[in-house]
């Protein structure tokens, strides 16, 4: 039976284009936060600020999304130790990722980072006791080649304290995408995105009054443009969730270490060596195939379940 278009709504395709339109400025915003959380570093700001101007700046911006959007009694809960869990990581994971990036070039900290999915692999086995296949670890095995080749320990020009650090904080990024998925069953994404940015508001506010000291204008403008940036990729990437599947724009991420070399260049004159483009396409191969394999067994699920009549 054919399908009738409902007025006033748009085609799939333009649904897709959509999403992949703002998850593309969303990933922009993300290297230009990065950037400006680097550069400031550069000028004295320490890592609790960086951490409290990320957070500080965002928890307004979701406290307006809600209000606009879905409403701020999305924000209950009645899984109050779940959200100070998956806080607490999510703090872990953005202080060591941070701290990575403060250590090393913007494109190696980007690069290695993304060997999350890689890491949330893993622990979906040992969390979440989901079965995973040859093909998902074969994918597995490619991410961490291409972490190693960027890193390159044999005569490698990066500090191993960032690389440490930047492996630590994609391992705890990985643990949060476990959670959220957990979490996810019976919370909104509105009540995790607040709670998460409440907590950590609160934790670098009182690490301000041991570690915030006088900085020249230009390091609080990138402090503040950092945390603007990244509240507005957060949202960015909300949207583009909500108009067209994760299969169709999580690919677009990886366009974020082209940015971030980009930006290393304008900024540092500096441009990822052989062995980091090397590495990144191993990465990007592990993500894609990761991503499309789940989008498979998804629609097999989809297709295997009997219609409700």
């Given at each position: 039976?054919?399908?009738?278009?409902?007025?006033?709504?748009?085609?799939?395709?333009?649904?897709?284009?959509?999403?992949?339109?703002?998850?593309?400025?969303?990933?922009?915003?993300?290297?230009?936060?990065?950037?400006?959380?680097?550069?400031?570093?550069?000028?004295?700001?320490?890592?609790?600020?960086?951490?409290?101007?990320?957070?500080?700046?965002?928890?307004?911006?979701?406290?307006?999304?809600?209000?606009?959007?879905?409403?701020?009694?999305?924000?209950?809960?009645?899984?109050?130790?779940?959200?100070?869990?998956?806080?607490?990581?999510?703090?872990?994971?953005?202080?060591?990722?941070?701290?990575?990036?403060?250590?090393?070039?913007?494109?190696?900290?980007?690069?290695?980072?993304?060997?999350?999915?890689?890491?949330?692999?893993?622990?979906?086995?040992?969390?979440?006791?989901?079965?995973?296949?040859?093909?998902?670890?074969?994918?597995?095995?490619?991410?961490?080649?291409?972490?190693?080749?960027?890193?390159?320990?044999?005569?490698?020009?990066?500090?191993?304290?960032?690389?440490?650090?930047?492996?630590?904080?994609?391992?705890?990024?990985?643990?949060?995408?476990?959670?959220?998925?957990?979490?996810?069953?019976?919370?909104?994404?509105?009540?995790?995105?607040?709670?998460?940015?409440?907590?950590?508001?609160?934790?670098?506010?009182?690490?301000?009054?041991?570690?915030?000291?006088?900085?020249?204008?230009?390091?609080?403008?990138?402090?503040?443009?950092?945390?603007?940036?990244?509240?507005?990729?957060?949202?960015?990437?909300?949207?583009?969730?909500?108009?067209?599947?994760?299969s169709v724009v999580a690919p677009f991420d990886y366009t974020q270490i082209i940015w971030a070399a980009l930006l290393?260049?304008?900024?540092?004159?500096?441009?990822?060596?052989?062995?980091?483009?090397?590495?990144?396409?191993?990465?990007?191969?592990?993500?894609?195939?990761?991503?499309?394999?789940?989008?498979?067994?998804?629609k097999d699920m989809v297709a295997a379940t009997p219609p409700i009549e």
């Amino acid at each position: 039976m054919a399908h009738t278009r409902m007025a006033g709504s748009q085609p799939r395709s333009s649904h897709a284009l959509q999403g992949i339109l703002l998850r593309s400025i969303a990933v922009v915003f993300f290297a230009l936060m990065s950037a400006a959380m680097k550069w400031a570093s550069e000028g004295g700001a320490s890592l609790v600020e960086l951490v409290f101007f990320r957070s500080a700046v965002g928890l307004p911006v979701t406290l307006a999304w809600l209000a606009l959007g879905p409403g701020i009694g999305a924000v209950r809960t009645k899984r109050p130790g779940a959200h100070l869990l998956r806080s607490m990581i999510g703090m872990v994971s953005l202080t060591m990722l941070y701290q990575g990036l403060m250590l090393l070039p913007i494109a190696d900290a980007v690069t290695i980072g993304f060997s999350a999915p890689a890491f949330a692999t893993l622990l979906s086995v040992l969390v979440l006791h989901e079965k995973v296949g040859p093909h998902r670890w074969a994918a597995v095995a490619i991410g961490f080649l291409g972490v190693f080749i960027v890193a390159r320990p044999s005569g490698s020009a990066l500090p191993l304290a960032g690389i440490v650090y930047t492996l630590l904080g994609a391992a705890a990024s990985a643990a949060a995408t476990v959670t959220i998925r957990e979490m996810s069953r019976v919370e909104t994404h509105g009540s995790i995105v607040f709670w998460f940015f409440l907590s950590t508001t609160l934790v670098s506010g009182v690490g301000m009054l041991f570690h915030s000291a006088p900085h020249p204008p230009f390091t609080w403008a990138l402090l503040l443009f950092g945390g603007v940036t990244g509240a507005a990729a957060q949202l960015l990437l909300t949207r583009a969730l909500q108009v067209a599947p994760v299969s169709v724009v999580a690919p677009f991420d990886y366009t974020q270490i082209i940015w971030a070399a980009l930006l290393g260049w304008l900024i540092w004159s500096t441009l990822p060596g052989l062995n980091t483009a090397i590495g990144a396409a191993l990465i990007i191969a592990s993500g894609l195939a990761t991503a499309w394999r789940e989008h498979r067994l998804h629609k097999d699920m989809v297709a295997a379940t009997p219609p409700i009549e």
